[in-house]
């Protein structure tokens, strides 16, 4: 069996079973879309709300960084572009 | 961003930079003849909400929270920009039930058909109970209206706010404990670590409130930013239609390019390439023009003032200072127009973007690149830009490792010294000489990122790292911004640390005008004494450097002696360290006086170039008999000017900004010390 693949699986169902139905931001790729179900709040600074990442907000992944560098959401209302970087992303979970 | 357009286009340039007294945040303000009376204005650092996360939103909370605060406002001018105008009335909101009159801006009015927005006013106004004022900063439009508005003051607002049930036994408690605040202001006391107006038994009760009701300042905030957005975006259905954004498709577009993960490095790296590459370019027929019409005018003063030690002093130290300021002027222009020019259409964003990833294993920021970039130019300005980083943590870390970055007053001794020790050859079809100026460069690059990692091992983090920000549309520059940004920079360069650099040249050149003991004085029958043969001119010579060696200059030289032999030098290149210490540009001026050349010496002149350079290369160090610029103690030379803080002008900024000498010390001591060591190493390898 190969390692690799397997863990980022496990990785996966463990953030699902976690959040149920949703699964952290990092996991989208490039070109889609989701809505925040819940944020991690003990983990995140206020700031993330106050540049529009709440619950319900709706965003596509526009840019990821090479080597899990920064990622670039379009979040919906207000139109606009944000970056976060992958360790913070773990921490939204999101909702196709 | 379009706020301080906007301040420009309402002050003209009647404006004004400093700081805010104890903190180093730029204070920008200006005034306006209106109506019949003169108003002050204050550009405030630009912020989201009234809870801080950095120095520079600290400084807004405070001006509008606190009544007793010298600069807190009559009238609050909210500016929102089209696109986001749901953020700026959090802003609004807070400001107005903390109990200040405020009125709303929507900016940038002319991109709104653009942006796909469509916006009720009337409905705005009814809303946000005030007036709505449109404007566009970039034609002017509107500004008239918003100025004779600025006796308006909005009266009663009702509390947008509602506290949730779980927190309200706490607000209640803290109430009961500051009965002469609004409610709002009690919850902002409440739901903020460290209110720095408070006094220190305030701050304690407070603590205390929160520690018994289990409450974290963090988790407070975000109830409010969720609780005010929800409800703004639900009112906002009604007032504000929001079709698709035009503007953003254009920029994704642009973005697909510019942030990939393949061009996107590429772009940034040719744009780096070319920033440097017009820096030094196009600053060298000014810096050139600059310099020969600085020697005219020197010579020029020394033919019509009585010749004596005052006309010496006022040309060769005052003039000469002042030149050696100048000099650097284009250089630092230049650097900080484009660098205004990459913030101003929105690059700048992109670049922390693509580079934080890179940065964040040495305990940096991707918006450390912007201070280390500018670094190259000059560590005053660089040090000054850290000031946008919120983590206190990556700040620091920036602050004390941008001044490894090779600024520009550090090349003209590269300039010299290595034309002094490095053969003019080739390598493989490069310039052995070229080539030694980039590894120098790296070199600055390499213990910059070296430093910041083991600072990040040592400095102990008091908050999380975190990193969140705004990648906003491209729009072409505010030619009016990028102006005055350049000039703004160029004159913090040229007064503030031009101040530094000029007392330094008049004391230097004190110190190496007079002497403790008759030797100076009466140097002609010494060396007369000692040498009964010389012709006139020799004598003339070997007096000068007689005089100097006897001069305080050169009995410091030779009491530093001791501590810079094993590095190779002699006293002579110890003068020269200890006057670089004032700024490193001072050096190659000493070595001039010190080589008795006299005049000022310009690097960059071919012929004056080579009479310094011919006098040094046959200087001989007396202790080991061998040319005081051979190999070995070149390339130690250039190794310690390449690590050391040999800058006061840095020191006293970092003093500013850090404000403890504590840091600032550890900086000096670790830079210097770290050069010692290299040089040290280097030398006893090479010789």
Known sequence: ?96 | MGKTSLFNRITKLHQHVGNYPGITVEKRDGSVKANGKTYRIIDLPGTYTLFPTSMDEEIVYNVLADKENPEHPDLVVVVAEPNNIKRSIVLYQQARELGVSAIFVVNMIDEVNAKGIDIDYQQLEAYLHTKVYTTDARNGKGIAQLIHAFDERPGYFPGQFETDETHKAALEEAKRAFPLYTEYQTWQFVAQENVSFLAKEQQEVLADIRKRHQLSPNVLQQAEAIQRNTKIENDLKKIILQKDNQHLNKTNKIDKVLLHPVWGYIVFFFLLFLVFQLVFILSEPIMDWIDEHFSTLIDYAASILPEGPLSNLLTQGVLAGIGGIIIFVPQIAILFLLISLMEETGYMSRVVFLMDRWLRPYGLNGKSVIPLMSGVGCAIPAIMAARNIENTKERLVTMLVTPFMTCSARLPIYVVLISLVIPNETFLGFGLQGLTLNILYILGVVAALLSAAILNKVIKNQHKSFLIFELPSYKSPDWRNVGLNMWEKTAGFLFGAGKIILAMAVILWVLGNFGPNDKFSNAEAYVKQANPTLDSEDLEEEVTSFRLEHSFLGYMGMGIEPLVKPLGYDWKMGIGLISSFAAREVFVGTMATVYSLGEDVDPDDDEERETLLSRMRSEINRNTGQPSYNFASGISLLLFYAFAMQCMSTIAIMKRETGSWKWTLVQTIMMTGLAYIVALIAYQLLK
């Open chain 1, 1 to 96: 069996m190969l390692d690799i693949p397997v863990m980022e699986y496990n990785y996966i169902i463990l953030q699902y079973d976690k959040m149920q139905k949703s699964f952290s931001l990092d996991l989208l790729k490039v070109g889609e879309k989701a809505t925040i179900r819940q944020l991690d709040s003990s983990e995140l600074p206020s700031k993330f709300y106050e540049m529009g990442l709440l619950p319900g907000t709706v965003l596509e992944v526009k840019h990821k960084a090479p080597f899990h560098g920064p990622i670039g959401l379009q979040i919906s209302n207000p139109n606009i572009l944000i970056a976060i970087r992958k360790s913070e992303a773990i921490h939204i979970f999101v909702e196709k």
